[in-house]
């Protein structure tokens, strides 16, 4: 099971966005940091759009030193090397991609470092057994994520709004953040980029596609 198997969207709205995980289980979890930390210097080779561990997030995180000047001034995001650095006990580290080929490339890579570590990869279902059989990997299982298919569904946000909202697994970006995101997008106070790396930093574990993010944006923007 993994927090990003309810990514809302169309199959056309999902098709670059790959997220693999690395999770190291109870028995291993001892001395699995170095391990941690070699997933994520493997995946960085491969050009990811974000990446980071589930206790400390992704490229661009909260900030303790923010001042009402944030909202008119750029916010850096940290390096690979320093996602990497941040890596200090067990957990799950993830690296986001929105190209199949390097994702196809990361998985060969791990097949021969045999780190011993347990790798999920969340994405369209074909793609992924694809990417997993170029590679040499024979799928152990799949999960299916079924919608919202039960309860007052007419309650819920719109469709762009749950197509950002939920590349978050653990609703840590609120709806009412995300739909004030596209007003300023389509008011040109923001950037599409700007609002995808300010929803980031809200994703405590570093699985936001930020590119995908990026396209839902300018595709609000632009009336589609």
């Given amino acids: 099971m993994t927090n990003t198997l309810h990514r809302y969207g169309s199959p056309d709205s999902l098709r670059d966005d790959f997220i693999v995980f690395a999770i190291p289980t109870k028995k291993n979890a001892e001395g699995s940091v170095p391990k941690l930390q070699k997933f994520l210097e493997i995946a960085a080779k491969h050009g990811p759009v ?14 303790d030193r923010v001042t009402p000047l944030v909202h008119w001034r750029g916010r850096n995001g940290i390096s690979a090397a320093e996602v990497v650095a941040g890596i200090d006990g067990p957990g799950t580290v993830a690296a986001v ?8 490339a990361l998985l060969a890579e791990l097949r021969e470092a045999d780190l011993g570590l347990s790798v999920n990869v969340s994405a369209l279902t074909d793609e992924a057994r694809q990417a997993a059989a170029e590679a040499g990997l024979v799928r152990h299982s799949v999960e299916f994520s079924l919608g919202f298919c039960f309860g007052e569904t007419d309650r819920m946000p719109d469709r762009r709004t749950l197509e950002l909202a939920t590349m978050c697994g653990h609703g840590m970006v609120a709806f009412n953040l995300v739909q004030k995101m596209i007003h300023l997008v389509k008011e040109g106070r923001r950037t599409p980029g700007e609002a995808s790396r300010c929803l ?25």
């Fill in 50 to 63: 974000n990446m980071g561990g589930g206790k400390k997030g992704g490229f661009y995180r909260p900030s």
């Fill in 97 to 104: 991609f929105t190209d199949v080929a390097k994702v196809k």
């Fill in 200 to 224: 980031a930093r809200f994703c405590s574990c570093g699985v936001f596609n930020i590119a995908r993010a990026e396209r839902l944006f300018a595709a609000s923007r632009d009336g589609r």
